[in-house]
């Protein structure tokens, strides 16, 4: 069963970037698809971007306000997955989840209905 902690959360000035980390800790890590979401109070949690179990196929900025500002990097070695944020906006403050699913494919780490692991979410503040 794989884990998932989340880091980097904090308060980041609007315009500025950020850098959140997810440490899976298994040794199937190379058999899950990754995500990451973010929920804001009171709402659902929706997808932000998600890599396939292998690595190479990555979706990036799912949804139109977040065209050209999110990225994911990864450390496969290190079963890290980076989600870089650049210029924040205020829509950018949110509790964001890592997550996994026993899958390849990146759009099934997209949705919340293929999720099996989620990590405990990491605060993410903007300062206007």
């Known amino acids: 069963q794989v884990q998932l902690e989340e880091s980097g959360g904090g308060s980041v000035q609007a315009g500025g970037s950020l850098r959140l980390s997810c440490a899976a800790s298994?040794?199937?890590?190379?058999?899950?698809?990754m995500g990451w979401f973010r929920q804001y109070p009171g709402k659902e949690r929706e997808g932000v971007a998600a890599?396939?179990?292998?690595?190479?196929?990555?979706?990036?900025d799912y949804g139109p306000s977040r065209k050209g500002r999110f990225s994911l990097s990864e450390d496969r070695a290190k079963h890290i997955l980076h989600l870089e944020i650049r210029d924040v906006k205020p829509e950018d403050a949110a509790t964001y989840y890592c997550?996994?699913?026993?899958?390849?494919?990146?759009?099934?780490?997209?949705?919340?209905?293929?999720?099996?692991?989620w990590g405990r979410g990491t605060l993410v503040s903007v300062i206007s």
């Open positions: 890599i396939d179990s292998d690595g190479t196929i990555d979706i990036r």
């Open positions: 298994s040794f199937t890590y190379n058999a899950y698809c």
């Open positions: 997550a996994a699913a026993p899958y390849r494919s990146p759009y099934l780490c997209i949705t919340t209905e293929w999720i099996k692991v």
